[in-house]
Nanobody, 123 residues
Framework: QVQLVESGGGSVQVGGSLRLSCTAS??????MGWFRQVPGTEREGIAA???????SIADSVKGRFTITRDNAKNTVYLQMNSLKVDDSAMYYC???????????????????RGQGTQVTISS
């Protein structure tokens, strides 16, 4: 069993930046990443990264969000720049099997999921 703990959410204005962190309770070779969800809507896969550092970013945030992974710290980061009101959501860190490690799959067939961290962007 792996516990995932997120941090770094908060409230910023449009155009601002936030960095989310997700620390796993132990080293894992699983695919890790982030998805977000607004109440009443479907989960949206945002970014995924393998233990080899190969990353995948959703088209909706490409060019603004970056995912990185520090295996020595069992931590995955999501750097979010040029934030928009539409980026407001609960962001969840997730892990899934290393196969199909891509943003479009990170919200499905989860092995583990964090508690979530709220991101609110105001105009």
């Amino acid at each position: 069993q792996v516990q995932l703990v997120e941090s770094g959410g908060g409230s910023v204005q449009v155009g601002g930046s936030l960095r989310l962190s997700c620390t796993a309770s132990r080293y894992t070779t699983d695919c890790m990443g982030w998805f977000r969800q607004v109440p009443g809507t479907e989960r949206e896969g945002i970014a995924a990264i393998g233990s080899d550092g190969r990353a995948s970013i959703a088209d909706s945030v490409k060019g603004r969000f970056t995912i990185t992974r520090d295996n020595a710290k069992n931590t995955v980061y999501l750097q979010m720049n040029s934030l928009k009101v539409d980026d407001s959501a609960m962001y969840y860190c997730a892990a899934r099997l290393y196969t199909r490690c891509a943003a479009q799959y990170i919200a499905s067939e989860l092995l583990y999921r964090g508690q979530g961290t709220q991101v609110t962007i105001s105009s």
